[in-house]
């Protein structure tokens, strides 16, 4: 039995920092595991111009432990009223990585987000011709459609016909959930890869619904069925060079997500190498495992391999009920359970 895992340092190509004490509180466990992280752009206000994101990343520094080498990648949150000049011109000077493309109303501080793919027409050409990346929350919001079919429905709808259109586009399908989603994927070319997350490697929908309802499995897009999970399970264990780490970690306070109406987000930073690491090892996968993590992504975002590695062996982690994200209350993914993976200090 592989008693240790040393891989090359990896990313997580899909997170959320949020801003101030809770930044503060979670940075830390991301940066502790992570040379790199795509950050989300949903703050409220959202992150929508160069300026902002080039602030947001001074603040992100400004309280990253003096001990950690971590670089934050900015994203831009679109708008209806998104400048292509202005997206196009923080590419050129390194402050955007990517964009971030949310359907207004699809998910935690989307209310700015795009109302109509056509409004961002002329944003999207500019990408396609600059080479840089879409990432897209990938979930129609129609209320006439059923939430566990929205991401299907949103790749039929909107993802094909958009790439039929403007078939250079880069883009990275955020957290994906579905055997839809898997199989759209790896029919599409090289321009079009996913991300996906630990939870929705470990749970579905079950995990929310099952004995009460459980608000710290609430996630969006929501997990769903068995079949769904094992597609995933299969696509990130693949060794397709189209999968890759993201966590999409999003810290709520316990209150937020215990209430009335609970916000979605998953807080999964804390262990997120050794949930990975525990389904490519039931999938008999440890050999794949440094392709998903360290290397699928920055070869899709044309970025270099990190050096240095990091070693995972085979000891119980013990995660903790709550965490304290400086003086707030915040459950973690697997609160109380034991994982059969360890990140070596
Ligand atoms: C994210 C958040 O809380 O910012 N929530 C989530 O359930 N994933 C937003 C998102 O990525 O959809
Ligand atoms: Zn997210």
Not at 51 to 56: D, I, L, P, S, V
Not at 114 to 125: F, S
Not at 139 to 148: A, G, K, S
Not at 160 to 168: H, K, S
Request: charged share 25%; glycine share 6%; hydrophobic share 40%.
């Amino acid at each position: 039995m592989t008693e240790a895992i040393t891989i090359r340092r990896p990313d997580d190509w899909h997170l959320h920092l949020r801003d101030e004490d809770m930044l503060r509180g979670v940075l830390p466990h991301t940066a502790r595991q992570f040379a790199r992280a795509i950050v989300m752009p949903n703050l409220s206000p959202p992150v929508t111009t160069a300026q902002a994101a080039a602030a947001y990343r001074q603040r992100i520094l400004k309280v990253l432990p003096q001990d950690l080498d971590f670089a934050p990648l900015m994203t831009c949150y679109l708008t209806d009223d998104t400048d292509p000049d202005d997206l196009a011109r923080g590419y050129a000077e390194g402050v955007f990585t990517a964009a971030k493309l949310y359907p207004a109303g699809a998910t935690t501080n989307s209310a700015n987000g795009v109302t109509a793919i056509a409004n961002i027409r002329r944003v999207l050409e500019r990408m396609q011709e600059i080479g840089m990346v879409l990432c897209v929350h990938g979930e129609v919001t129609d209320p006439e459609i059923d939430i566990f079919d929205r991401e299907a429905v949103f790749i039929e709808r909107i993802l094909a016909p958009l790439l039929r259109e403007m078939p250079g586009l880069r883009v990275v399908l955020e957290h994906a959930t579905t055997e839809q989603a898997v199989d759209y994927v790896l029919a599409s070319g090289e321009n079009v890869a996913a991300t996906i997350t630990p939870q929705h490697l470990h749970i579905n929908r079950n995990a929310m619904l099952v004995g009460g309802m459980r608000p710290h499995a609430y996630c969006l897009p929501v997990p769903k069925r068995e079949k769904h999970r094992l597609a995933l399970r299969r696509a990130a264990t693949s060794g397709s060079e189209k999968f890759f780490l993201g966590t999409d970690s999003a810290p709520h306070s316990q209150s937020a997500k215990e209430s009335g109406c609970g916000c979605a987000g998953i807080f999964n930073a804390p262990h997120a190498l050794e949930s990975y690491l525990t389904v490519f090892d039931e999938e008999g996968a440890l050999d794949r495992f440094e392709a998903f993590a360290s290397e699928n992504g920055p070869r899709f975002y044309r970025l270099p391999l990190n050096e240095g590695t990091v070693t995972l062996e085979r000891a119980p982690t013990d995660v903790p009920e709550t965490i304290d994200a400086a003086g707030t209350a915040v459950i973690p993914f697997h609160a109380g359970q034991r994982l059969g993976w360890r990140l070596r200090a």
